[in-house]
């Protein structure tokens, strides 16, 4: 196999170390399951006296198994893990999944015995998913190498499609499974990692996204650390939706710099997961919603969703949503509203929400005509239905049109259809075999709509790292004046400046300057000056010395600068996060963190990118002008701020760099504040 991970769910054989055949066992649940789910591929069950388990005889180890073992499970005990690796290892087994707890999960004696096998298989060339981890599925060979109760139920049965589930939980992940299901939500592949010692779920989302005919890949995570892995499911072109979990604040890095403080937690999460557009949901019944949506071929073209439905209601819960969600609701065109005016009754509506009303369902025509004008319609992308308390023909008729005009015109066709299951029983069977995704409430339909556009518009350029104007770091405790020095050196804008030697010195700095400067305290470890009194503003000639005096008390050097006019005071700043460095742009100034008001992304970064950090935040308004003010240069903002990304594109993770305020004039910007934090030393 080109990719080794692919045995977990294509191996042709595998070897269960520690079977056993006692009914119940863990040992014996993998090798029952293969059985009942109808594996082709050899089973090898591997217990130390041989014998039988199910009929199958069993081997001493896996290099006694008659055949080459493509995949192990190891259901054996946490000692005895590291002997069942070498032995895996000695017989050139590609993938071993370690069920077996006892690992990372229960402290510090638990961690190092983790960490030796996972040295071992290294060395050995075995990768390893886990440990404590209930396996992995080929839903279309019955591959169920896994020991979860969910294949042991008499009513499961295994549903394959073109989706693919990763899980760093293994009972919260089969128990999704089992709603997918139950749903009809196909799957081709199923993967739980549990500690991820080695095989991490971006690891093997990043295998499936290889995998033909896989349609849309869904996970649920604890944890994203790995940045790179991040963008290259991203760069793989497959829809991903990702139920991450994690939210709350609690046990976040109080950063002492403004942009560390903004820039953490779950908000880079979620900046990096819009950024690569890569679908973020709240919840199991989200993450299914949308499957549903990938698991069909047809991804619309734009934004514009056309909604038509038989209840007033429900159209404006629907339009709510189309709102709230980010989407536009289509402005249907002179011919279609023409269309729909012979159709409607005078007490529905023709135009975006089309309400059809429920007279017109009991004329099969009319209503197959209405939905044509609508899905035909060049201003629309995405044809939401809304339906309530279907029943009888009526399920038949509603199931047969939506077919025909997503077959017909290639657009989604999502249906909402709200009402008790017993009202319409196969309903929902009639709309799955169409291929017709279908939610029980609007709102629902528009999200799964909303994510099919999200993973369908036009992939933008990506920016590569290590830039051309990159430099070496600062040194650690840089001052201010040698951070600025040092930014100049790659055309970064910054004010003239110099440290003034003495008081006389001073009142030399701000005649260089102009007559009129700023004059700052360069104090070690004082990074909010202003709230300490260390800067003061139109310093002339007259008052240099005084001035001088008063921030050399406070313990540093003296900074004078050339007084740059009023302009948009802007936060432009890079901090840490497990994904890599994060670039923070928004209204900046004293009030940074009152505003709160942040855009997010991780670095690199393009112009484009830029510019919708700029739009998210009110910083796009202010550099328009507000109250009369003059427009700021919002272009030399996005050339300051891409010219930062390259400059830092060598330096070492960890760093922060906060440029607060960097200020935005009418032409030009200027950087009026810089303070530089080193790595922490390890």
């Not at 998913?129 to 009513?155: D, H, K, M, R, W």
């Not at 975006?352 to 629309?380: C, H, I, K, Q, Y």
């Not at 050196?489 to 110099?498: A, K, Q």
Request: proline letters at 7%; glycine letters at 10%.
């Amino acid at each position: 196999m080109s990719n080794p991970l692919r045995a977990l769910w294509s191996a042709r054989s595998v070897a269960v170390v520690g079977a056993s055949a006692r009914p119940g066992s863990l040992g014996r649940l993998p090798v029952e399951y293969l059985r009942r789910h109808g594996y082709g591929g050899a089973v090898y069950p591997v217990r130390p006296d041989g014998g039988e388990v199910l009929g199958l005889p069993a081997y001493p180890s896996v290099q006694a198994c008659p055949g080459p073992v493509e995949l192990a499970m190891l259901l054996v005990s946490a000692d005895k893990v590291p002997g069942a690796i070498d032995d895996c290892v000695a017989a050139g087994v590609p993938v071993a999944i370690v069920c077996s707890s006892g690992f990372a999960e229960t402290g510090e004696v638990g961690a190092r015995l983790q960490d030796e096998i996972v040295a071992k298989a290294r060395a050995g060339g075995l990768r390893l998913v886990g440990p404590n981890c209930i396996g992995a599925v080929g839903v279309e060979t019955g591959l169920v190498a896994s020991f979860s109760p969910l294949f042991s139920g008499a009513q499961t049965a295994l549903v394959p499609g073109p989706l693919a589930f990763v899980s760093q939980s293994g009972a919260l992940g089969y128990g999704t499974v089992s709603l997918a299901f139950e749903r009809r939500i196909g799957l081709g592949q199923v993967v739980t990692t549990g500690n991820e010692a080695d095989v991490t779920a971006l690891e093997a989302l990043c295998a499936l996204a290889e995998e033909p005919g896989c349609t849309g890949l869904l996970g649920y995570v604890e944890s994203l650390t790995d940045g790179a892995a991040l963008r290259r499911l991203a760069a793989s072109g497959v829809p991903v939706a990702l139920l991450k979990a994690g939210r709350s604040e609690a046990g976040q890095r109080a950063a002492a710099s403004h942009t560390g403080a903004l820039a953490a937690g779950d908000r880079v999460v979620d900046a990096a997961l819009r950024q690569l557009d890569i679908v973020r949901v709240e919840d199991v019944d989200e993450l299914l919603d949308v499957a549903q949506a990938f698991a069909q071929p047809r991804r619309p073209a734009g934004p514009r969703v056309a909604v038509v439905t038989t209840s007033g209601g429900s159209g404006i819960l629907a339009a709510d949503a189309i709102e709230r969600y980010d989407l536009r609701l289509a402005s249907l065109g002179p011919q279609t509203g023409a269309v729909l005016r012979e159709i409607v009754p005078a007490f529905g509506a023709t135009a975006n929400p089309v309400d059809v009303t429920a007279t017109v369902m009991g004329d099969p025509s009319l209503f197959d005509r209405a939905l044509d004008a609508v899905a035909d319609d060049p201003e629309v992308d995405c044809v939401v239905a809304c339906f309530c308390v279907l029943t009888g023909d009526d399920v038949a008729q509603v199931v047969t049109s939506l077919e025909r005009i997503a077959a017909a015109t290639g657009k989604p066709v999502l249906a909402a259809r709200t009402g008790a299951e017993h009202l319409a029983p196969a309903a929902a069977a009639a709309l799955h075999a169409a291929g017709i995704p279908a939610y029980p409430t609007p709102a629902r339909a528009v999200r799964a709509a909303a994510a099919l556009w999200q993973v369908s518009r036009p992939r933008r350029g990506v920016a590569l790292p290590g830039g051309s104007r990159c430099i070496p770091a600062p040194a650690p405790g840089a001052t201010e004046a040698e951070l600025k020095a040092l930014l100049a050196t790659t055309g970064l804008p910054v004010p003239r400046h110099r440290i003034a030697a003495n008081r006389d010195d001073a009142v030399a700095a701000v005649a260089e300057a102009g007559g009129r400067a700023v004059c700052k305290a360069v104090v070690p470890g004082l990074l909010h000056k202003t709230e300490a009194g260390g800067v003061v503003l139109d310093v002339t000639e007259a008052d240099a010395a005084a001035t001088y005096d008063r921030l050399a008390a406070l313990g540093g050097d003296v900074l004078v600068e050339e007084q740059v006019d009023q302009g948009v005071e802007v936060l432009v700043g890079v901090a840490p996060s497990p994904l890599g460095p994060v670039l923070t742009v928004g209204p900046g100034g004293v009030l940074t963190e009152v505003f709160d008001d942040v855009a997010l992304r991780l670095l690199p970064v393009t112009a484009h990118d830029v510019r919708e950090m700029i739009a998210e935040t009110r910083v796009a308004s202010l550099l328009a002008g507000v109250r009369g003010r003059t427009r700021a240069d919002a272009d030399a903002l996005v050339e300051l701020v891409v010219r930062l990304a390259d400059t830092v594109a060598a330096w070492p993770a960890g760093f922060e760099l906060d440029l607060n305020p960097v200020v935005v004039l009418p032409r030009g910007a200027r950087i009026l504040d810089a303070a530089y934090a080193a790595p922490p030393e390890e």
